[in-house]
């Protein structure tokens, strides 16, 4: 589906922000403590001075106790104006050694986000409500987190239509071989009891086996989710038309760029794919 070949290929231009070492200077600067603060902090600062609650609630898949332990104490150290800031130049400075003239493949995404709608997307809208930077690289990246947040919002609402939490849905990713525990574990905080609770609530649903591995009610499932995560990020898809494919055709190579160069790693915690 195109909306799946859209996130595949704007989706490391995002990620970036997550494993660039100016990232974690930037936020050294401005006074946060650590990379977890860092990126809490910098993801949610678009919201506000968010509590733990709220921001667990938004990002879904952390464990409650992790998103604790960094916030809201990252606010006493750098207000999040501040954070969004140094952020934005930040991902500017990762990016500059791979990319030339992004105008063309930025207006394209500006394009998308235009057609975006922030019904039940709360980062999404957060992150759409920041100012246009004026330089390029650092509007290409905004766009690019715009759709990519309005996709994942989705993707919560999806997921939790499904009856599954954020700690269950990542378990589905598990079960279908996209990520292994040990990937994963470590980046989102759940204690072995949480996350061995969450298996055994899934094989009473028939979803997993006893393997951790999706059964075929698991796989349609996981089906089910996907399909309507891409039909949730639609809007920006149909809204470029025709001209989608030109977005593919230039966003795809600057995106394998930021990953031959090692500016974001595969496999990764996330998931990000080369595209």
Same mark, same amino acid.
């Given at each position: 589906?195109?909306?799946?070949? /859209? ?63 960094? *916030? ?40 998308? +986000? ?15 409500? +920041? ?9 290409? #990246? *905004? ?10 919002? %989705? ?9 599954? %939490?954020? *700690? ?26 949480? #996350? ?11 979803? *997993? ?38 977005? /593919? ?14 500016? =974001? ?6 998931? =990000?794919?080369?595209?």
């Amino acid at each position: 589906m195109t909306a799946r070949r /859209l996130w595949a290929a704007v989706e490391p231009l995002h990620a970036v922000v997550y494993f660039a070492p100016e990232t974690a200077e930037a936020a050294k600067v401005v006074g946060l403590r650590g990379y977890w603060m860092g990126y809490f902090a910098g993801r949610l600062a678009p919201l506000g001075p968010i509590g733990p609650g709220p921001a667990t609630a938004v990002l879904f898949g952390f464990a409650p106790s992790m998103v604790a332990r960094a *916030l809201p104490d990252a606010w006493s150290f750098a207000s999040p104006e501040a954070v969004v800031g140094s952020r934005m130049e930040a991902v500017a400075s990762a990016l500059r050694p791979v990319a030339a003239d992004v105008s063309e493949l930025s207006a394209l995404l500006w394009r998308a +986000v235009d057609a975006c709608e922030f019904d039940g997307r709360p980062l999404a809208a957060a992150w759409a409500a +920041v100012p246009e930077p004026a330089d390029p690289l650092s509007r290409l #990246w *905004l766009a690019a987190t715009i759709l990519r947040e309005h996709r994942g919002d %989705g993707h919560v609402l999806a997921a939790v239509h499904a009856g599954l %939490g954020g *700690l269950e849905t990542t378990l589905t990713h598990i079960g279908d071989g996209v990520l292994g525990r040990a990937n994963i574990q470590p980046h989102r905080g759940w204690s072995d009891a949480q #996350w061995d609770a969450a298996v055994d609530r899934l094989r009473a649903r028939g979803i *997993l086996d006893a393997d951790g591995v999706l059964t075929d009610d698991g796989r349609a499932l996981r089906r089910r989710i996907e399909e309507d995560t891409d039909r949730l990020a639609a809007a920006p898809v149909e809204a470029l038309g025709a001209d989608v494919e030109r977005l /593919l055709e230039l966003a795809v190579p600057l995106s394998r760029a930021v990953i031959d160069t090692g500016v =974001v790693p595969v496999p990764n915690p996330m998931g =990000v794919p080369r595209p």
